[in-house]
């Protein structure tokens, strides 16, 4: 896409502002004719204003943020908002916003637009994704606020979709129930499979079904992921745990695998140096913790594994308390990532 293509784009969001705002920020409200949010990431709050008509001081669609200085278009309200690392990406989410027909397909391909995916694919799982909606103030924020996460930053990667099919097994009639669908990106941000957890229509547990948890797509290597990695980042098992640990060490980046046999095959960034591993405490958590360690340790990476007093980290925190996790923690990290990461949330 060009820059007069990206223009243009950002523009047509611009003439439906708010309706934009009140999909990706809807954890925000309008206030005379701007949208006040706390971020472009959908946190609470009021420091980010977004201007929802054209007005002598600029065009509708441009924002500010009064707290950090960072300004920009509804273009990037939905990178930030649903998580999404490669450009492509966000154009393609602000195409279906905007219900803009896709670009033609290569020649090479006899797939017909509308297509089903095929069930279980990748694609299959982009598509889910994109026909959700972000957690605030949905029964995916209300479920994880009663396991205890309410340190919700940077979970754009998290979607909630009200009526997620459900099929008990091969021969079953089909369900509905609400969801929190998971993006499981690649190291490129780009979207390889889906995870859903369904959940009770009030948000206050997990569905009453036999299997409440599903995997789509291209998983191996990949993970959902919260933050942008760097030089250090955390990956662990499930997205309850992983985002309990974070809710203690809110400023590093973390990766979710799904299971202990995606957890030892994680990829790792070109940058990492440090890899902590939010290990669970089971059998297989053992033999992911030592897998990874090895081959961390082969690509030069230092690897420190955090262990929970309990089951998991969001046991830890469900029944022994924030304090006691953060306390727990801190004596784990390297001192340097003590300072860098958990300062701010002594």
């Known amino acids: 896409m060009t820059r007069l293509d990206a223009t243009e784009l950002a523009q047509r969001l611009g003439r439906e502002a708010e309706a934009v705002c009140r999909h990706y920020l809807d954890a925000g409200h309008r206030q005379g004719n701007y949208w006040q949010v706390g971020d472009a990431r959908n946190t609470p709050g009021r420091s980010m204003f977004v201007r929802l008509k054209a007005t002598s001081k600029g065009p509708a669609g441009k924002w500010t943020d009064a707290a950090t200085g960072e300004h920009g278009d509804l273009l990037d309200v939905i990178r930030e908002s649903c998580g999404l690392i490669d450009f492509a990406d966000v154009v393609e989410e602000a195409r279906r916003f905007l219900s803009l027909p896709r670009p033609e397909p290569a020649p090479a391909t006899n797939k017909r637009p509308g297509t089903p995916a095929p069930s279980g694919s990748a694609e299959a799982a982009r598509r889910l994704f994109a026909m959700s909606h972000p957690i605030g103030g949905t029964p995916v924020e209300t479920y994880l606020r009663h ?6 930053h940077g979970t754009g990667s998290l979607r909630f979709h009200p009526r997620c099919y459900y099929r008990p097994d091969d021969h079953g009639p089909t369900e509905t129930w609400p969801a929190m669908i998971a993006a499981v990106t690649d190291l490129e941000g780009k979207i390889t499979g889906a995870h859903r957890t369904w959940l009770a229509p009030d948000g206050s547990d997990k569905a009453p079904i036999e299997t409440q948890r599903k995997a789509m797509g291209d998983l191996l290597g990949a993970a959902v992921r919260f933050g942008i990695a760097d030089e250090v980042m955390a990956a662990g098992e499930g997205i309850e745990s992983v985002l309990s640990a974070r809710q203690a060490i809110p400023h590093m980046a973390m990766a979710a695998a799904l299971s202990a046999v995606h957890l030892a095959a994680i990829l790792f960034p070109e940058t990492l140096r440090r890899l902590y591993i ?18 961390a340790n082969a690509a030069g990476i230092e690897a420190i594994v ?10 830890d925190l469900r029944r022994l308390g924030l ?24």
């Open 147 to 152: 396991r205890g996460i309410t340190a919700l």
């Open 306 to 315: 955090l262990s929970p007093m309990l089951e998991d980290f969001n046991e």
């Open 278 to 295: 939010v290990r669970d405490n089971d059998s297989a958590g053992d033999g992911a913790r030592d897998s990874l360690v090895e081959r």
């Open 323 to 346: 304090d006691a996790l953060r306390a727990g923690l801190r004596v784990q990290l390297a001192p340097q990532d003590v300072a860098r990461f958990m300062a701010q949330a002594a």
